[in-house]
T-cell receptor, first 113, second 114 residues
Framework: GENVEQHPSTLSVQEGDSAVIKCTYS??????FPWYKQELGKRPQLIID?????GEKKDQRIAVTLNKTAKHFSLHITETQPEDSAVYFC????????????FGAGTRLAVHP | NAGVTQTPKFQVLKTGQSMTLQCAQD?????MSWYRQDPGMGLRLIHY???????DQGEVPNGYNVSRSTTEDFPLRLLSAAPSQTSVYFC?????????????FGSGTRLTVV
């Protein structure tokens, strides 16, 4: 089955710097890769996603890149702000039929003023 | 719409007790699933359902049962609670035709088994 590895487990940056979180997946049939943000004590919330027919997607300060050959994808946050501090999860799924969304272990991002 | 509603928010069980975690949605979502979240291990899929009457196992199904008799409800049953089932449980659902694309999570149930 699918396995998703996420690195680093913790990340500390200064406000205004960029942050990059990387994930690798095992199943080459996976074709959907979302990223979720979870603030302390809250539910995970979808912040951006990418499908396998594109290599990059941007939404304001957030971008995701996908390298299907290497089976890895990354989350890029530019101009980080203290409110970006949270746990970020990547996930992968084989869509169509009985979909399963498999998550990485998470990255705790701390943005220091 | 109330979204995805989970009850209870907190629960303490003794080892060997049984209970049901409730998950309901009023958005006609066809795809529903249960995850558990443990520190350092992310979200792990327990069971999922693609529609009423259809369920399947996820990554960590042992010790849990589910059923989907209606589109709205997807309860998770612990038949004999164990300390290893201490965790935060999240239910998630998505609109018809979107599969995992439109996933939204409930607010979670924090379960402690002593």
């Amino acid at each position: 089955g699918e396995n998703v590895e996420q690195h680093p487990s913790t990340l500390s940056v200064q406000e205004g710097d960029s942050a990059v979180i990387k994930c690798t997946y095992s199943d080459s049939a996976s074709n959907y890769f979302p990223w979720y943000k979870q603030e302390l004590g809250k539910r995970p919330q979808l912040i951006i996603d990418i499908r396998s027919n594109v290599g990059e997607k941007k939404d304001q300060r957030i971008a995701v890149t996908l390298n299907k050959t290497a089976k890895h994808f990354s989350l890029h946050i530019t101009e980080t702000q203290p409110e970006d501090s949270a746990v970020y999860f990547c996930a992968a799924s084989i869509t169509g039929g009985y979909n399963k969304l498999i998550f990485g272990a998470g990255t705790r991002l701390a943005v220091h003023p | 719409n109330a979204g995805v509603t989970q009850t209870p928010k907190f629960q303490v069980l003794k080892t060997g007790q049984s209970m049901t975690l409730q998950c309901a949605q009023d958005m006609n979502h066809e795809y529903m699933s249960w995850y558990r979240q443990d520190p350092g291990m992310g979200l792990r899929l327990i069971h999922y359902s693609v529609g009423a009457g259809i369920t399947d196992q996820g990554e960590v199904p042992n010790g849990y049962n589910v059923s989907r008799s209606t589109t709205e409800d997807f309860p998770l049953r612990l038949l004999s609670a164990a300390p290893s089932q201490t965790s935060v449980y999240f239910c998630a659902s998505s609109p018809p035709g979107t599969g995992v694309y439109g996933y939204t999570f409930g607010s979670g149930t924090r379960l402690t088994v002593v």
